[in-house]
């Protein structure tokens, strides 16, 4: 059964960072597009970051970008999302998701992809 599971996630103080993990089982997540979203109360889920399979190219949010990074480690079948200048506006649920595709290809929507973890709770507050 294919899984995704994040981690990560916590309370931490503006300015502060946070590593989330999203591990896979019952597939191998270097042949996936993986993508990060996110979702807060009241708002729609939001893509945060993406990473392409094999060279791993990856995009971000403007609202992340020089901020977030994103990465594989494929021994570990794991992907990482490396928040850092973390704000308060970055709380919200945190989601990692899964599309099985042949093509270097990853994007900030939603529907393009199949699996989906259960979330992690990033809040920024002092």
């Known amino acids: 059964q294919l899984q995704l599971v994040e981690s990560g996630g916590g309370l931490v103080q503006p300015g502060g960072s946070l590593r989330l993990s999203c591990a896979a089982s019952?597939?191998?997540?270097?042949?996936?597009?993986i993508g990060w979203f996110r979702q807060a109360p009241g708002k729609e889920r939001e893509g945060v970051s993406c990473?392409?399979?094999?060279?791993?190219?990856?995009y971000y949010a403007d609202s992340v970008k020089g901020r977030f990074t994103i990465s594989r480690d494929n021994a570990k079948n794991t992907v990482y999302l490396q928040m850092n200048s973390l704000k308060p506006e970055d709380t919200a649920v945190y989601y990692c998701?899964?599309?099985?595709?042949?093509?270097?290809?990853?994007?900030?929507?939603?529907?393009?992809?199949?699996?989906w973890g259960q979330g992690t709770q990033v809040t920024v507050s002092s």
């Open positions: 998701a899964a599309k099985d595709i042949l093509f270097r290809l990853c994007v900030l929507s939603a529907g393009f992809y199949d699996y």
């Open positions: 019952g597939f191998t997540l270097g042949y996936y597009a």
């Open positions: 990473i392409s399979t094999s060279d791993g190219n990856t």
